[in-house]
Structure formats: structure tokens, C-alpha cells
């Protein structure tokens, strides 16, 4: 099931054994979407869905694999009746399809990380399509510069993106449009956390990130800032407090430059079991309002109730310079399934995640929870250790024909910061053969500043709503096999309305010990703007190393 590996890893536990027999065996239908992700994943959520990374670093032990490399070769063949994913011109076409990938995770000493990478090159036969070439990475990684004490965390990937929400949605990469662009994003973060006088908690924590949109049609962004803050005690034992403060600047090649500063000061409550309640005040100084500088005093608080490691709740609201901002969530792992129920309101640019660095509330805004978060949390009482967890989540992944990304989360290439409102349920179920995941989503986003470029789609002032669902079942038919199959629904409205429906059905099996192949039926259609009809059929072969 491996190419090789640095060095000989411990045997997983028979329990995680048992869960990868269930699991069958890899079979790639969608190269670059379906190979894994890496286990640095951020957490997603009060209580944390994510994989490991948002902990302090530390070296390989108790038969923790240093590093686990796997390299592979696919291919597929496409039949489609639509290759330009056209309305009124459809065109048939066979598309052949080469995909060389390589996989790498684990920890080393003072290192650990990830990364996944595939390129794939596509052939057309019919239709207008020429060659076209795909990248899909997703890498991450943690250094560890001092023990216990400062870190720096990096990340970086290029995927598929949509221009504009409003206009043609492409089920996978090899039906290109001219609204989706080739994005590639690259962050760095240095952190630093001890204790001053042994009496007071610190935490700093620097970051930047790039985004190239790959186009002229769609704006680059950068974001910098930092986020340093302080806790500690009290003369009364279930007292304590807080400070923060925070610095976030957004800058787009099409758009103007904006910026957050934002400190808070709070008092934390821990007398009741299991209970924490939190009071703070707020000063917001902001231009992302107005063209000038605007500075603003608020105040919020919220509650935090964490019975036991697998349940957690959160209510957090707070006023601020843009109206309110909140987050409600409500996280439980059961023995056989995971749920996961939330609503964020705050500050983004568009892409899945907070205005940088970060949210308000510390730790990642909760964004659109992904099958890979998901099943992780699941896994957590198979395989306790985060990188052997990871191993075993995108392996069952893999098996089952499963995108670890999948999700129904909006994502666009915007050229500001808006107002988004996100609402999300999400769970997932492991039986003996079956795995079934369900999740429903309901974003709206904002326009906030009084100045917009004309193509933009806020520029007529009304919001953006997305609405949708996406379900996936998988059944074990055979030790060998597994049928797998999906079902999601996206229905985009404000300057113009759109409905995105897609159905996969796909078998895959295991043909030798390192190699397996899949053929996967697909229908897609999209009503109102940039409608079309699109009937598939795609056969794979792969190949590990």
C-alpha cells in the first residue's frame, strides 16, 4: 500500500487494521481531488475537527513514523457529451488523462508536516479543447526553532477556483471554463508561547499569506498582520482575564487596501464544572467601512461547555465596527459517527476562511467542515496518535472513492472584505460496510465598503446567498470492491441566480497488490446563468510505487 518509507514505522493497532480492511483499496476516479490531504489540517470549529498542527511541535515517538512517502502514476479515460460545458453548443469528446502524484507525512525531530501533489495533463479529442495541464497541492508543515516555545508554520496549495459565483461551475478540473482559474496560496506564520514570571500565559503570533488568481479577470490578495495575547489568574481561583490584540491589512491587485485593528480585554468565569463564561470590551479601529479610519467600542461575551473530550458547545457574540459578530457551535463524537452543527458571523475574503490569521475568537473561524475533518474526529478513539490518524483517514479516503475536500462551501476570488454569514450541519456515520456523510450549508456575504468596481458582484449593492447539500454513501461490496456514490446541490443567488446539481455513482477495485481501477458514471447540470447539460463516464487505472 506504500512506496517506501524513510524509516520503519510502528504496526498500526489492530483495531485501525481492521478499519483499513474494511476499507478496500485505493481507487483514483479524480486525480488531484482525491488523493489525500495532509494531517497539518486546521481545526474547524470549537473543539477542533481538524487534523493535527494547531498543537506545539515535538519529534516522532512511541513508533511514530518519521516520514511516510508514497509515489504513484494514474490514468483515466472520459467519455462526455459536453466537454465545453455549453448550453447551446455541447460537443462530445474523449478525454485521456495522466496523473503522477506523490504523497509525504510524518514528523522528524523539530520538523513535521505534509504534502500532497499531483500534476495531471490532459488530451482532447473533439470540441475546442486543446491540452491543458492541472496542479493540485496541498502542503503543510510545523518547525519547531525552540522547544516547546516558538514555531513557524507554513503552508501552500494551488487549486481550481471560481471567477465569479454566478457563473459556469465546473465538476472537475479537466472541464475547463472561462470561469474558473488555476490559485495558488502561500502562508507563513512564526508563533511564540511561554509564561512571564510563571504567572501570566503569552502568545505571539506574525502572518502572511499570498494568493495569485492566475488571471486578469480575478484580483491577487495578500494579508499580513499579528495577533499577540495575554492571560492569567486571579486572587480568586475561578477568575481570570485576558488581552488581546491584533492587527489584520488585506491588499488586492484590483481592489484598495483595508485593514482591522482590533483589542479586547475579557474576564473568564470557571466556577461552574466543566463551564467557562467570558465577558469582554472591545476597541475596533477600521477602514473597511468607510474610506476613512473608523474606530469603534463594543463589548460581547459567550459560554463554553465541554462535558467530556468528545462533546462541545460554544456561544460567542460580540458588536462590532461592521454591526455583530458570532459563533455557535456544537461538536459530538459518538462511538460510530461524528457531528458537527455551527454558525459564524465575521469578516472574509471570500475564500472558506476568516479575514487572516485567524478569527476574533481565536483559532480558525469555523469554516465549511470537509469529509477528511470529519473523519478525523471520527478515528479519533481508532488511532489516538494524530499523524497515524491521518495515515488511516486518507487511506479509508482513498479506499472508498471519498474527496478528503469535499465540501459545499463557497469559493470565489472577491477583490474585498465582506460580511459573511455561514450556517452549517454536518455528520458523519461508520458502520461494519457503510460510510455515509451528509452536510447542509447556508452562506450569505456582505459588501462593506461604499466603493465597488463595476464588474464586481456586489457592485449592485445586493448580497451574495449560496444554499446546499452534499451527500456521499459508500458500500463495501466485496473485501476487493466498494460502490460508491454522491449526490450535491448549490443554488447561488443576488446579481443573477444559478442552481448546481451533480450526481456520481462509482465502483472500485483492487487489481492487484498496488494497483486499482474504478469506472464512475456522472451527471451534472446548471440552471440560470451559465446553464448546461452534462452527461459522463470515466474509467481509472492506478498504480503505486
Same mark, same amino acid.
Given at each position: 500500500m506504500?512506496?517506501?518509507?524513510?524509516r520503519?514505522?510502528?504496526?498500526?493497532?489492530?483495531?485501525?487494521?481492521?478499519v483499513?480492511?474494511?476499507?478496500?483499496?485505493p481507487?483514483? %476516479?479524480?486525480?488531484?481531488?482525491?488523493?489525500g490531504?495532509?494531517?497539518?489540517?486546521?481545526? %474547524?470549529?470549537?473543539?477542533?475537527?481538524?487534523?493535527?498542527?494547531?498543537?506545539?511541535?515535538?519529534?516522532?515517538?512511541?513508533?511514530?513514523?518519521?516520514?511516510?512517502?508514497?509515489?504513484?502514476?494514474?490514468?483515466?479515460?472520459?467519455a462526455?457529451?459536453?466537454?465545453?460545458?455549453?448550453?447551446?453548443?455541447?460537443?462530445?469528446s474523449?478525454?485521456?488523462?495522466?496523473?503522477?502524484?506523490?504523497?509525504?507525512?510524518?514528523?522528524?525531530?523539530?520538523l513535521r508536516?505534509?504534502?500532497?501533489?499531483?500534476?495531471?495533463?490532459?488530451?482532447?479529442?473533439?470540441?475546442?479543447?486543446?491540452?491543458?495541464?492541472?496542479?493540485?497541492?496541498?502542503?503543510?508543515?510545523?518547525?519547531?526553532?525552540?522547544?516547546?516555545?516558538?514555531?513557524?508554520?507554513?503552508?501552500?496549495?494551488?487549486?481550481?477556483?471560481m471567477?465569479?459565483?454566478?457563473?459556469?461551475?465546473?465538476?472537475?478540473?479537466?472541464f475547463?471554463?472561462?470561469?474558473?482559474?488555476?490559485?495558488?496560496t502561500?502562508?507563513?506564520?512564526?508563533?511564540?508561547?511561554?509564561?512571564?514570571?510563571?504567572?501570566?500565559?503569552y502568545?505571539?503570533?506574525?502572518?502572511?499569506?499570498?494568493?495569485?488568481?492566475g488571471?486578469?479577470?480575478?484580483s491577487?490578495?495578500?494579508?499580513?498582520g499579528?495577533i499577540?495575547?495575554?492571560?492569567?489568574?486571579?486572587?480568586?481561583?475561578?477568575?481570570?482575564?485576558?488581552l488581546?490584540?491584533?492587527y489584520?491589512?488585506?491588499?488586492?491587485?484590483?481592489?484598495? &487596501?483595508e485593514f482591522?485593528?482590533? &483589542?479586547?480585554?475579557?474576564?473568564?468565569?470557571s466556577?461552574?464544572p466543566?463551564?467557562?463564561?467570558?465577558?469582554?470590551?472591545?476597541q475596533?479601529?477600521?477602514?473597511?467601512?468607510?474610506?476613512?479610519?473608523?474606530?469603534?467600542?463594543?463589548y460581547?461575551?459567550?459560554?463554553?461547555?465541554?462535558?467530556?473530550?468528545r462533546?462541545?458547545?460554544?456561544?460567542?457574540?460580540?458588536?462590532?465596527?461592521?454591526?455583530?459578530?458570532?459563533?455557535?457551535?456544537?461538536?459530538?463524537?459518538?462511538?460510530?459517527?461524528?457531528?458537527?452543527?455551527?454558525?459564524?458571523?465575521?469578516?472574509?475574503?471570500?475564500?472558506?476562511?476568516?479575514?487572516?490569521?485567524?478569527?476574533?475568537?481565536?483559532?480558525?473561524?469555523?469554516?465549511?467542515?470537509?469529509?477528511?475533518?470529519?473523519?478525523?474526529? %471520527?478515528?479519533?478513539?481508532?488511532?489516538?496518535?494524530?499523524?497515524?490518524?491521518?495515515?488511516?483517514?486518507?487511506?479509508?479516503?482513498?479506499?472508498?472513492?471519498?474527496d478528503?475536500?469535499?465540501?459545499?462551501?463557497?469559493?470565489?476570488?472577491p477583490?474585498?472584505?465582506?460580511?459573511?454569514?455561514?450556517?452549517q450541519?454536518?455528520?458523519?456515520?461508520?458502520?461494519?460496510?457503510?460510510?455515509?456523510?451528509?452536510?447542509?450549508?447556508?452562506?450569505?456575504?456582505?459588501?462593506?465598503?461604499?466603493?465597488?468596481?463595476?464588474?464586481?458582484?456586489?457592485?449592485?449593492?445586493?448580497?451574495?446567498t449560496?444554499?446546499?447539500?452534499?451527500?456521499?454513501?459508500?458500500?463495501?461490496?466485496?473485501?476487493?470492491?466498494n460502490?460508491?456514490?454522491?449526490?450535491?446541490?448549490?443554488?447561488?443567488?443576488?446579481?443573477?441566480?444559478?442552481?448546481?446539481?451533480?450526481? &456520481?455513482?462509482?465502483?472500485?477495485?483492487?487489481?492487484?497488490?498496488?494497483?486499482?481501477?474504478?469506472?464512475?458514471?456522472?451527471y451534472?447540470?446548471?440552471r440560470?446563468?451559465?446553464?448546461y447539460?452534462?452527461?459522463?463516464?470515466?474509467?481509472?487505472?492506478?498504480?503505486?510505487?
Open positions: 506504500t512506496a517506501w518509507r524513510v520503519a514505522a510502528g504496526g498500526l493497532p489492530w483495531a485501525a487494521l481492521l483499513l480492511a474494511a476499507g478496500g483499496v481507487a483514483h %476516479a479524480q486525480f488531484g481531488s482525491a488523493l490531504v495532509g494531517a497539518a489540517e486546521g481545526a %474547524a470549529g470549537a473543539g477542533g475537527l481538524g487534523g493535527f498542527g494547531e498543537g506545539g511541535g515535538g519529534g516522532g515517538s512511541g513508533g511514530t513514523p518519521p516520514f511516510y512517502i508514497t509515489t504513484g502514476l494514474g490514468a483515466s479515460l472520459t462526455t457529451n459536453n466537454v465545453s460545458l455549453s448550453s447551446n453548443d455541447s460537443q462530445s474523449l478525454i485521456l488523462t495522466a496523473t503522477p502524484y506523490i504523497q509525504a507525512f510524518g514528523q522528524r525531530g523539530w508536516g505534509s504534502l500532497s501533489y499531483a500534476l495531471s495533463a490532459s488530451v482532447y479529442s473533439g470540441g475546442d479543447q486543446r491540452t491543458t495541464f492541472n496542479n493540485s497541492l496541498s502542503a503543510q508543515g510545523t518547525a519547531e526553532l525552540i522547544r516547546s516555545r516558538m514555531y513557524v508554520d507554513a503552508t501552500a496549495s494551488i487549486s481550481r477556483q471567477i465569479s459565483p454566478f457563473g459556469t461551475q465546473s465538476p472537475s478540473p479537466i475547463n471554463n472561462a470561469n474558473s482559474t488555476q490559485v495558488s502561500v502562508s507563513v506564520a512564526p508563533r511564540l508561547n511561554g509564561q512571564i514570571a510563571g504567572q501570566v500565559d502568545s505571539a503570533r506574525a502572518f502572511y499569506s499570498y494568493s495569485s488568481s488571471t486578469s479577470l480575478a491577487d490578495s495578500s494579508t499580513f499579528a499577540a495575547s495575554f492571560n492569567g489568574s486571579t486572587r480568586w481561583s475561578n477568575l481570570g482575564w485576558g488581546n490584540f491584533s489584520r491589512e488585506v491588499r488586492f491587485s484590483q481592489g484598495r &487596501n482591522d485593528q482590533l &483589542n479586547w480585554v475579557a474576564l473568564h468565569y466556577g461552574i466543566d463551564v467557562v463564561l467570558t465577558a469582554r470590551a472591545n475596533e479601529t477600521s477602514n473597511i467601512t468607510s474610506l476613512n479610519n473608523e474606530t469603534h467600542y463594543g460581547g461575551g459567550g459560554i463554553r461547555w465541554a462535558p467530556s473530550p462533546t462541545d458547545f460554544t456561544v460567542q457574540y460580540d458588536t462590532r465596527v461592521f454591526g455583530s459578530s458570532h459563533l455557535y457551535a456544537f461538536n459530538y463524537r459518538a462511538p460510530r459517527s461524528v457531528w458537527s452543527i455551527s454558525s459564524t458571523q465575521g469578516l472574509s475574503t471570500g475564500q472558506g476562511g476568516g479575514f487572516g490569521g485567524g478569527g476574533f475568537y481565536g483559532g480558525s473561524v469555523p469554516a465549511n467542515t470537509t469529509a477528511y475533518q470529519l473523519l478525523f474526529a %471520527a478515528f479519533a478513539s481508532i488511532q489516538p496518535d494524530p499523524v497515524l490518524r491521518a495515515q488511516l483517514v486518507n487511506n479509508f479516503l482513498r479506499a472508498n472513492g471519498i478528503p475536500n469535499a465540501t459545499i462551501a463557497p469559493s470565489y476570488l477583490n474585498q472584505v465582506t460580511e459573511q454569514l455561514s450556517n450541519a454536518s455528520v458523519a456515520w461508520l458502520g461494519k460496510r457503510d460510510t455515509a456523510m451528509l452536510s447542509v450549508n447556508q452562506t450569505r456575504s456582505t459588501r462593506l465598503g461604499p466603493l465597488s468596481n463595476p464588474g464586481n458582484d456586489f457592485a449592485n449593492g445586493q448580497p451574495i449560496w444554499l446546499g447539500f452534499s451527500g456521499t454513501w459508500s458500500h463495501r461490496l466485496t473485501p476487493r470492491s460502490l460508491t456514490a454522491t449526490l450535491s446541490q448549490q443554488q447561488t443567488s443576488g446579481a443573477a441566480d444559478s442552481t448546481f446539481r451533480t450526481a &456520481n455513482l462509482m465502483w472500485s477495485s483492487q487489481v492487484a497488490e498496488r494497483a486499482s481501477a474504478a469506472l464512475m458514471g456522472s451534472s447540470v446548471q440560470g446563468s451559465g446553464g447539460d452534462m452527461f459522463s463516464i470515466t474509467a481509472t487505472f492506478n498504480i503505486q510505487f
